[in-house]
């Protein structure tokens, strides 16, 4: 195996693979602890949206278990129940993380969009002929 093939190995591992690996984690961190910071607020100063999303995620539940055939959309019903508060956290961690994708990608992308119209005069050039 030659020197070229070596730092291209699938298998041993990248600092550019770690760094995604850490900034994915630090991402699913911060966005959970934010929703839970936000239910602890709900809880202790607006009430309403707690119960406004018990109710929205309750009733989705059972909405799209009355798709499932019977007996199984009772049965996932009855197990998502017994998780009710679990699967409310999730359900806002999932949907906050998909905001703040949203928030993140958009500028990333027109900054790029930006970049990629400003070429530098030498990179739009042809090649001199050899």
């Not at 770690?18 to 809880?43: E, M, N």
């Not at 607006?46 to 406004?52: H, K, S």
């Not at 999932?94 to 790029?112: D, H, K, N």
């Amino acid at each position: 195996m030659g020197s070229a093939e070596a730092r291209h190995s699938p298998l041993k591992p990248s600092w550019d693979t770690t760094k995604l690996r850490v900034r994915s984690h630090v991402f699913r961190a911060w966005t959970a602890l934010a929703v839970l910071i936000g239910y602890a607020y709900g809880w202790l100063y607006r009430p309403e949206v707690l119960t406004w999303w018990k109710r929205t995620t309750t009733s989705l539940i059972e909405d799209g278990c009355n798709l499932v055939p019977y007996p199984w959309g009772d049965r996932i019903e009855s197990t998502l129940g017994d998780f009710g508060l679990w699967v409310q956290i999730t359900l806002a961690i999932i949907a906050f993380r998909i905001a703040m994708w949203l928030v993140i990608s958009v500028p990333r992308t027109l900054v790029g969009r930006r970049r990629n119209h400003r070429l530098p005069a030498a990179q739009t050039a042809r090649p001199p002929n050899e």
